[in-house]
């Protein structure tokens, strides 16, 4: 065997020991343990699909409520975990040592317990036995145990600290300390009811988080990864720094299928990263942007590594609603990381690799490109309105009727991707390498994205839950799995049905068996934050954080923010995605919505959500922990901390999109009209480009010290035009209290007044704070304020709340009895803050003047 072969078989078995360790397990045992790992690994999967499917309830059986399933789905997990994950570096890996089993085996008992004495549990609620506080106790520590195998230890120091903090209250320092919780209050609320390892994190990995895991290891067992990967090279290799392009491209596309930055750097790192360095990226810069966009593929809807199944609950809105605030600043970030690398690649010269496609002018890619998208429109038109003219037709026969639809569109598109030759994984190594054809490529998979639109189409249009969408396009894929092989040979000519047959079912039993392991980490990793949110409600922690913020701001907004993204990437450091934003959301979020209030910052919760879980995801790029920035310097063989501060760097624009959309939340579309949100994405992609250019002191040319200062200006301008727009002129005019009702009368509809409050927080200490007050129907300000829910009376000089109807939008905001109405402030007439672009566009057409004129003036002369 070659010296290079042996050195990628070394690398390969390196990367997937890295995988392994970080998400699904490095133990591999042989013989009976090890068929009865993997067995065990697929009979969650199917157990999942059981409780996600509607057969249950069509043959009453097998029908769990949400604490059994929650508690059957923590048992698999765990047991897996003691299974999979060995205890030290050290530990065999070919083999389960018999401590390991009865670990596992106890570890299971404890989380089933509440399935299995379900009954018994709900007849005794808050009085727990001995044993239910003994089977709790060692529940908690063998659950803190398989984190530290499956996630390594900051999780579960940081769950040890909750715990200690919540049984050592009353003998904390200063601000810290709090009543106390006794042994046994602890266990039951940690482990025998829904508030702690059993709450709404683990529900959300239990109901959506396994399907859209198990359906990206189906997908990607069929053969879309490689697709997507080949896709995007084929686009996008043959332009300048083009295997970087397709690097981000084909890693956003990963990102719908994978729930883990770090699997997401390996999956197309292998491939992209020895392309780039190819064209001429150095190693460090390579990896860089590898983990920049896996990372990116985090925050990409519509999974976002689970996330955004968790904001419904947290938040309280919709799921499309989630998706609709989030894919704006995603979507920006991802065009942006395409031009820092076309920047890259123009500092540096640099060209990209040999296509294969046949050159075509300009004039007629774009027409080519406009026809398909126009197609494309009016077949998604034709399909919207079509079923829905077709549903009230077929009545209860129409869902057969679209299933038969849409196994004619998936043969079809087999027939037609047959017409073409088989995809293969290259070999990044190899001496030459020729892009693929673009058309032969793409036509190829088409299959592969017909589950993604079945699963966006009962996520988006049916409204469906998440975990059925999830369910109906994990079949359709299991039917793709099954099939794609047999048909493809028929349609080929060279069919042997068995053979083909067996090897679906392989790829099938596969799928189930790593959709299952790749869930272990993310089961416990959901089930430990949970003693976390449990703690936090048990102790008030929460309040706590905020004062230390507080106190540490002295009071400054900005500070606090600052404050605020630094604990949510410390706490981020070495977790998955999901863990990582059920901690920072359950700490950090409500601190900002605390202080915020109080210092005149009032941001819708989603806002919020997305600030600190932007935050907490870039632990992974940051060093001392990045875990994918060492993923990617292993594939590069480039310095792994001088990597993470390169992806830190080429991540700004991710770190900077918080800061913005928390003071401008049109960027997140809320409460803005279609054509408005189409003008705000234009200019909010053109300011990023801008914000881009300026970190890389490149535009046409190479940068000056003051275009890059005078570029920023210009992007934060058209990011946040009203900041300007408000030192020219007040939003507010200031309104004495007493006067609320005439001030009702004369506002628009659709406005919102603020209002300066002071009360009392939960624990019964003074504050002070603002609230966003949207103007209610009615005839005149009286109608208004009584349809508000809200009753005044003065009390000398002072606007005092008398009565909050129950119910009410009043009692909604937060309005209480006794609470003293400080200021009222009413919007006023002005001009719109979209005009502060205009000298912002201004502006950047100077600078790129000034860089056209030294650009001309450095070109060669034409002879």
């Not at 409520?65 to 060995?86: C, D, W, Y």
């Not at 992974?620 to 060492?630: Q, W, Y």
């Not at 830190?648 to 997140?668: C, E, G, Q």
């Not at 624990?763 to 005839?779: A, C, E, H, Q, S």
Request: aromatic share 10%.
């Amino acid at each position: 065997m070659s010296e290079p072969s042996t050195k990628r078989e070394d690398l390969n078995t390196e990367l997937e020991d890295l995988v392994a360790t970080s998400d699904t397990g490095a133990r591999k045992p042989r013989g009976i343990p090890g068929k009865l790992l993997v067995s065990i690994a697929a009979a969650w999967s199917l157990f999942q699909l059981w409780i996600s499917s509607p057969l249950p309830f069509m043959v009453g059986f097998g029908v769990f409520n949400s604490t059994e399933a929650r508690s059957i789905h923590l048992a698999f997990a765990v047991f897996l975990g003691f299974m999979a994950f060995p205890a030290f570096k050290r530990s065999p890996r070919d083999r389960v040592p018999l401590l390991d089993w009865i670990l596992a085996l106890l570890a299971a008992f404890c989380a089933a317990y509440l399935f299995l004495f379900y009954t018994d549990l709900a007849r005794r609620p808050g009085s727990p036995t001995q044993v239910d506080v003994i089977v709790a106790v060692t529940g908690l520590v063998l659950l803190l145990e398989a984190t530290r195998r499956a996630l390594g230890p900051p999780l579960m120091i940081v769950a040890l600290v909750f715990i200690v903090y919540s049984l050592a209250g009353p003998h904390m320092p200063g601000i810290l300390a709090h009543r106390g919780v006794s042994l046994e209050a602890l266990t039951n609320h940690q482990w025998l009811t829904t508030q702690g390892v059993f709450g709404i994190a683990l529900g959300v990995s239990t109901s959506f988080v396994f399907l859209f895991v198990l359906f990206g290891s189906l997908l990607d067992k069929a053969g879309a990864g490689n697709y997507f990967i080949k896709v995007a090279f084929s686009l996008l290799g043959h332009y300048r720094g083009g295997p970087a392009k397709a690097a981000v491209v084909a890693s956003g596309m990963t990102g719908l299928i994978s729930g883990s930055s770090i699997a997401n750097t390996v999956t197309t790192g292998t491939f992209t990263i020895p392309m780039m360095k190819r064209v001429g990226f150095p190693a460090e810069k390579a990896g860089a942007v590898e983990v920049a966009s896996s990372v990116n593929g985090q925050i990409m809807p519509p999974v976002m590594g689970a996330a955004a199944f968790l904001m419904v609950e947290y938040v309280g809105i919709s799921y499309v609603e989630v998706i609709k605030h989030a894919f704006l600043p995603a979507l920006i970030s991802y065009i942006a990381l395409v031009y820092i690398v076309h920047l890259e690649a123009m500092k540096a010269g640099m060209q990209g690799l040999q296509s294969s496609n046949p050159q075509r002018p300009l004039l007629r890619k774009l027409i080519g490109f406009l026809t398909g998208l126009l197609l494309l429109m009016g077949l998604s038109f034709a399909v919207y309105y079509g079923l829905g003219w077709l549903k009230p037709l077929l009545g209860d026969a129409a869902s057969w009727v679209i299933a038969g639809g849409l196994a004619v569109v998936y043969v079809s598109l087999l027939k037609l991707g047959a017409r073409y030759p088989e995809l293969e994984l290259d070999d990044p190594n190899s001496p030459v390498v020729k892009l693929p054809q673009t058309k032969p490529t793409v036509m190829s998979g088409l299959h592969y994205i017909l589950p993604v639109i079945v699963l966006i189409w009962c996520l988006m249009v049916e409204r469906l839950s998440p975990g059925l969408s999830a369910f109906w396009a994990t079949v359709f894929m299991i039917a793709i799995i099954l099939t794609q092989r047999p048909l493809m040979a028929l349609f080929r000519g060279r069919s042997k049905v068995v053979n083909d047959l067996l090897h679906g079912l392989d790829d099938l039993w596969q799928g189930l068996v790593s959709g299952a392991r790749n869930m272990i980490g993310i089961g416990i990793a959901t089930a430990t934050a949970g003693i976390i949110v449990g703690a936090v409600s048990q102790t008030g922690v929460g309040l706590v954080l905020a004062d230390l913020v507080e106190i540490l701001s002295m009071g400054n907004l900005m500070l606090m923010l600052v404050l605020t993204a630094v604990l949510s990437l410390i706490l981020g450091m070495g977790l998955p995605t999901t863990a990582n934003y059920i901690v920072v959301s359950a700490l950090l979020a409500p601190v900002i919505v605390t202080l915020g209030q109080q210092n005149g910052l009032i941001v819708p919760l989603i806002a919020v959500h997305l600030f600190v879980f932007y935050f907490g995801i870039m632990a992974d790029v940051t060093p001392p922990v990045g875990l994918a920035s060492f993923a990617a310097a292993a594939v590069s063989g480039g310095d792994p901390i001088r990597t993470g501060f390169q992806a830190f760097y080429y991540s700004l624009r991710t770190a900077a999109l918080p800061f913005l959309f928390i003071f401008n939340t049109d960027l997140l579309l809320i409460n803005v009209d279609f054509w408005h949100g189409i003008l705000i994405f234009i200019v909010a992609t053109i300011a990023m480009l801008i914000f881009a250019a300026a970190t890389q002191g490149w535009l046409l040319v190479r940068s000056r010290w003051y275009e890059n200062l005078l570029l920023l200006l210009v992007a934060f301008t058209l990011f946040r035009p009203g900041f300007w727009m408000d030192i020219i002129h007040d939003p507010y005019e200031s309104v004495p209290p007493a006067q609320l009702a005439e001030v009702l009368n004369r506002v628009d509809d659709n406005s919102y007044l603020r209002m300066q409050v002071a009360g009392e927080d939960d624990i019964g200490n003074p504050r002070t704070f603002f609230l966003l007050v949207p103007v209610p129907d009615g005839t005149d300000g009286q109608e208004r304020l009584d349809n508000l829910g809200l009753g005044l009376i003065q009390e000398d000089e002072r606007t005092l709340v008398d009565m909050v109807n129950f119910g009410s939008l009043a009692a909604e905001l937060g309005f209480q009895f006794d609470q003293e109405i400080i200021e009222v402030m009413a919007p006023v007439d002005r001009w719109a803050k979209e005009w502060m672009w205009i000298p912002g566009f201004l502006l950047f057409g100077l600078i790129v003047g000034l860089q056209w004129l030294r650009q001309r003036a450095h070109a060669p002369a034409l002879p």
